[in-house]
């Protein structure tokens, strides 16, 4: 079997996203021919990321930094804040490849925003991955743009299946999708922390509250990859008629918490229009 191979790929933007995906390739099987290239502002930061495979490059040292780490690039990476985006693509429109694809990462920015901002024979493909990238165990949702091909597509496709899960979705969808998947890990951290403070409350110290609970999730969760049952009746094998998860149950379900769950993800939806508009 030939192993993947993407073209020179450049990172703009090396935060946390961009980090967890640099270091989820490098753990894959796809070859980067030309190497990885990455900018952010500090040059501390720039440091930290260079390496044999990856050239990284500083804003607050090398004012060209973003346009020489674009100069061949086929892919590059777009992965400021949002507020950000407008200026980058600007600052690098005519150092691009004529025929690089661009993938925005940044919430609430539509492609249709990109492409005015760019040359008009570059790719813009959207993409919200999440941070178990850095595990490769990401779900990505991607949404072309009006000028991306279907290879544009499958190169962008081939980058983030080296980091997980994509699902390829109207762009209409990619908002909620971040609402959902995007901001998912956090979700499920903040049960962890909320499981592990109750723990502590019924007498368990610090390390049998981390085992226990987060044992417990890890432990849940693989069973239910496992399982060809859904995760509703996962949990009804659980709860035994009149039993302590019956009761317990009851009080999530007195707490409405599908309705807490809907304004939550609600609410992250609303604040990446926000985003999209600068507010």
Not at 77 to 102: S, T, Y
């Amino acid at each position: 079997m030939n192993r993947v191979t993407l073209p020179p790929t450049a990172f703009l933007g090396a935060g946390s996203m961009a980090r967890a995906i640099i270091a989820g390739l490098q753990a894959s099987d796809v070859a980067v021919v030309g190497g990885i290239r990455t900018t952010n502002r500090s040059a501390e930061r720039a440091a930290e990321l260079a390496s044999s495979r990856v050239t990284a490059y500083a804003t607050e040292t090398d004012a060209e930094a973003n346009r020489r780490a674009v100069r061949g690039a086929g892919l590059v990476i777009i992965a400021v804040k949002p507020a950000m985006v407008p200026d980058l693509l600007l600052e690098i429109a005519d150092a691009l490849d004529p025929h690089a694809v661009v993938v925005s990462v940044a919430a609430g920015v539509t492609t249709a925003r990109c492409e005015e901002l760019l040359p008009v024979s570059v790719a813009v493909i959207r993409a919200m991955p999440n941070t178990p990238a850095l595990v490769r165990r990401a779900v990505t949702g991607i949404s072309v743009g009006s000028r991306a091909s279907a290879t544009d597509l499958a190169l962008a496709v081939t980058l983030f299946e080296a980091v997980g899960e994509v699902l390829v979705v109207p762009e209409g969808q990619i908002d909620a999708l971040s609402a959902i998947s995007g901001s998912g890990p956090a979700y499920v951290f903040y049960l962890i922390e909320q499981v592990t403070t109750a723990a502590r409350t019924q007498g368990f110290t610090d390390a049998e509250a981390k085992t226990l609970v987060e044992e417990t999730f890890r432990g849940a969760s693989e069973l239910l990859a496992a399982s060809s049952e859904d995760p509703a009746e996962l949990r009804r094998r659980v709860t035994s008629p009149n039993g302590t998860t019956e009761r317990a149950i009851a009080v999530l379900t007195a707490a409405n918490l599908a309705q807490v769950f809907e304004r939550a993800t609600d609410a992250a939806l609303a604040r990446a229009y926000e985003l999209a508009t600068g507010v």
